[in-house]
Structure formats: structure tokens, C-alpha cells
């Protein structure tokens, strides 16, 4: 990592921006840690408020958070019925790109009439503010109308990633307790069809709260519907009002709850409310996104996950902007899709994820350089660390060294982006995350809780914030544990970061057992057990190891039962099997068939030697606490990857 390079803010771009330069944002640094809570009231004042709040900050009863107490306020208003009244009606508010190249522009009244109707529907089947809903959809205009009708009338929605499987989705809306699922019947992925309703009704036996199935129907592939239960949305919203008021609900009602992966098997669901939320995803809008209203923005993250819901849906859409959806791969029917795509609409502003950015490279400069790329006038990544040679490579073949990128650091926990560049203000240094945003308070801490000024260690929060999650879903005790027992009074991110000697923070990677396979977050417990569930396997260890396009691939060490034979056959099938349980993000890039796996004398699998071990090609660090030494030494010795099997058995 070369600490030296520094590229600082390009004139044009500070110029213009709201926040153009270092005396600026210091003001507002300061504003903030003087006084943060009169700082957030101020931020607050950029919503509509039915009623006023009474208290800006309770944090009498820490970890648990509540903000705007008493404020009475509504997302979807804030995103729609307020930028009715301006010359905004008529603006797209929706963009959006079928990957069979059908597109659909939806104005911010054509929206409001959209959500209104389908509230409207929601209604009818006898849904009110406290009931929660489970999204899982493809990436359409769609999706995003169920999620601002959920908000709208106070019904709290899960959105589950379409590409989850049935017993994924199963698990989410039995934790939930939901009683309303909306899909669609399937969703398309270079050119295939994927189903969703299926999945559903795979799914539904096993839970007895949905007393509802809302249906779109964007392929017209052949469903069953169960009468009663089942719905048609086009026959549910015919003939219905075009106009719905929006509820005011209380700031901390809650908006949602996003799963997400942790160091158990089991998915945690983190809850989101409602002022405090919204307060801090259009803050940063404004300050790292420099959001205007000529902006064609494109963040390319699916709903599904958390980027999708700050920084494709509430943000941009509060901020009044237009908001681009692209339902497809980036590499259909070619990989210049995205830059086709920023082409024809001429993005100004397009968020993307390492990941992509590294397939980018392999692809070829031939693919971008095809197009006009001229519109863009700022850069974004998120969801794991960029490399050094990722991030020039974006600023040479994408932003020809003109534009500015804001490497945005940020968890589904903390709601919205926390560590970040100020595109027209912070000079960037290649592959840090730079400065904390007003609000954050990060510290690194070493294994005692002692601070550490310069020097690498565990990345914590010290201060609540307006977006933070407010707790796990049924669960407080282990929003207690997982995030603030660690280090007492501290939020703990899960992550390592060093703080360089200008106070720049670089984020390293996770210290617990979550993966990361291109950007989403997976948990080692989490695929073990799905590997367990097979016939043939008596135990399983999975670890990430490096992938040169996806950061991290998973690889999974097994050992079978007596019975069971090591086979290429097998491992495929295994993979599959992973595929299957959890999802195609979770199929594993190698399985390796082991005689034994390490453990501790407690029984506890030794992950971090089994890293150590694919990293390094042998083991290093300690291993006293080893019950067998000898089933370390034979795994380096004999474990052997599926492909040397392949080779031998030629
Ligand atoms: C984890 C959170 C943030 C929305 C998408 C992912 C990693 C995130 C960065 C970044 C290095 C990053 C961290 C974090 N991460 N952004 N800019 N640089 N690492 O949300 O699935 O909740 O994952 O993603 O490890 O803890 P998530």
C-alpha cells in the first residue's frame, strides 16, 4: 500500500460542488462534534415533519438508540409528495433498464400515483401500519414501489436478495413473523429465466403467518396460484384510487429489516427506523454523492441489499434525483453493458463495487473506451476493500484522470455511509476510505481497548449516529453481544483498519469469520452447516481465501463419512448442494477433501490456520492450543484440491 500517492479534489469538480473545499468541510466537522445533536436537528430540518420532535437523542439506555423522539414523519412522502409541489413532479424519479433492453421511465408523479395504487391494494387485502411484509423481487420499478408502499403505510418490509433460495427466503419469514410476501413470478439473469413465485411457494408450507402472496408479473412465465392466498398485482390494483395519504408514523417506527450474515449460522435481522434513518442517508447524499438535480445517478446494488435500499431507493429519491435501475448482468449481452448504459442515459454519477471494477479490468479497456463516457462527473465504490491498482485503473479508463472517486466505507448496521471521501474536498489517497463523515466517531482500538493514533487494529464506533441500527429483530441480547460486548460502550464493526499519521483510515478486511464473495457478506457458519446437511459430509470448515475478481471465493474444507468416497463428482455435487441451501453466491469456489480438521482442545474449528494454510502454504503463528498438531501437518501434506484429484484419477 503506497501511502505517498495523493490525489487531490480536480478544480472543476470543487468549483461546483456543494462542499468545495477542506474549509468547508471542517466547518461542518466541527459544527458537528461542538454540538451533535443540535448539528442533527439541523440535518433533520431537510425532511417534512407532520409533527415536531420533543427530544433530538435518547441515549439514556445504550446500545439502544432513539432519535427525533416524539417527531412524527413518513419515508415515502419525504421520497415522493414533496417534490410534487416543484417543477420535480414531471422529473424521472425512475429510470429503468430491462436486460432485455426494455425500458420504463417513471416521473415523480407517475410514482406517487404507482405506490399510491398499490397502497391502495395492500389496503384491500387488510394491511395496516405494524404488519410486516417480505419483498423478494428482481430488479424493476416494481420493487421499489412495493418497498415506498410498505413505508408509506408503516408496513415494516424485509427485502430478501432474488437470488436466495427457498430455504433462505423460508428462514427470513418465519424470524420475521411476516404475513405478507410480494414477488414476482421470476426475474431475468443473462437471458434466463429465474424463479421466484416457486421459490415461495416452496416455502410457504413451512410458514403459517403469510396470509398473503402479491404476484407481478414481469415474464409471464407459468405460475400456480393458490386461490385466497395469492394474488395477481395488476387484477389487485385495477380500478383502485390514485391517491393514498401517508401515514404519519413515529421516527422510530421501523422502516425495515435487512438480514444480513454474522459469525453464527443464523442470519441477523437488522432493524432500520424511520427520522433518524432518513436524516442521515440524505446528509450523505448531499455530502458524498453532491447530489443535483440535473444528476442521472446509478448505483448498480440490488435492492436486496442495504446499498440498495440508502443509495438506489431512499436516498436518491428523497434527494429528489433521478435514480437508475438496470435489471440485469453487467455482461449482457456483452460486458460493455454498464458503459452502454451511462452512454444512453448519460450517467453523471455511477456507484459500482470492487468487484465489478476488478472484472472491468480482466474484460479489457477496449469495452469502455467504445463508448462515450463523458457525462460522468463522479465515481463511487463500496462493499470491500479496492485495491491499489483497481481504483487507478477506474480513475484512468473510467474517470480519465478527470473525476474524482469516493471509496465509501459502510456497513448494513450503520444504514448509510460513514467513512468517505468529500469528492470536492478531501484529496484521495488510492485505496483508503479516508475520513470520517460528520457523525461517525470511529477509533481503532488493539485487543485491550486502548486507541491507537496511528497503527492497525479493530475498527469501532464510539458515538450513537441518526442511521445506526436500533437492534436485531426479536433478538436485543444478541444485539447486545454481537456489537458492543467486544468493547464495552462501543459499537464494534467486525472490521481491521489502519489509521495512517494524517488520520486517514484503510480498511483491511473483516476479523470474524464473515466472507466477503464479491461484496456480499457470508458467513463461514452459514454454508458449514448447509455442507453438514449432506448425506456424505461428517464435517466442514469454510474459509475465504483470495480471488483475484471477487476478493474473496470460499473454500470449503470436508471430511466425509466412512461410507462416502472423495470424488470430482462429488465435490461438484457438494457445490451445488451449497448453491442450493443458501444461494449461487454462496456456491464454493474449491472443496477440499481433508482427513481431519483443526480444532482446539475445546472442540472450536481453527479457522484462521485452515487461511494460513491456503494463503501461506503452511502454518504459521500459534497453534498450542491444537489438539492434534498432526491433523494440521496432514492437511498441508495431503489435502488436496479437487482438481489434483481430477488430475490423478486421469
Ligand atoms: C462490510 C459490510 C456497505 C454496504 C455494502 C456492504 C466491507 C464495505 C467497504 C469499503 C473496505 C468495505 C466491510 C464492512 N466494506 N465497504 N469501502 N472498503 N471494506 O454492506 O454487507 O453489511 O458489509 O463490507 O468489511 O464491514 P455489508
Redesign the pocket.
Known sequence: MDQQEIFPPPKHFSEKAHIGSMEQCEALYKACAADPEKFWAEQARNLHWFSPWKQVLDWSNPPFARWFIGGKTNIAYNCIDRHLSSARRNKAAIIWEGENFEQRILTYQELYRRVAKFCNALKKLGLKTGDRSIIYMPMIPEAAIAMLACARLGITHSVVFGGFSAEALKARIQDLSASLVITADAGLRRGKEIPLKPNVDEALPECPTVKHQVVFRRLGSKVEMKAGRDHWWHELTDGVSEQCAAEPLDSEHPLYVLY?SGTTGKPKGVVHTTGGYLTQVLSTMKWVFDIKDEDIYWCTADVG???GHSYVVYGPLAAGATTLMYEGAPDCPKPDRFWRIIEKYRVSIFYTSPTAIRSFIRQGDDFPNAHDLSSLRLLG??????NPAAWKWYHRVIGKEKLPIV???????TGCIMISPVPGATPAKPAS?TRPLPGAAPDILDENGNSIPVGKGYLVLTRPWPAMLRTLHGDPERFKQNYWSRFPGKYF???TATRDEDGYIW?L??NDDVI?VS???LSSMEVESALVRHKDVAEAAVIGAPHEIKGEGIHAFVTLKAAAKESPALADELKEWVAKEIGSISRPEKILFVAGLPKTRSGKIMRRLLREVVSADKVVGDTSTLEDYNVILKLTQQGKEEDEILAEKK
Open positions: 444480513t441489499w442495504v446499498t465504490s463500496v462493499g470491500e476493500p479496492i471509496d465509501t466505507w459502510w456497513q448494513t448496521e476510505a464493526t467486525g472490521d480498511l478486511g473483516r466477503k461484496g456480499h457478506r
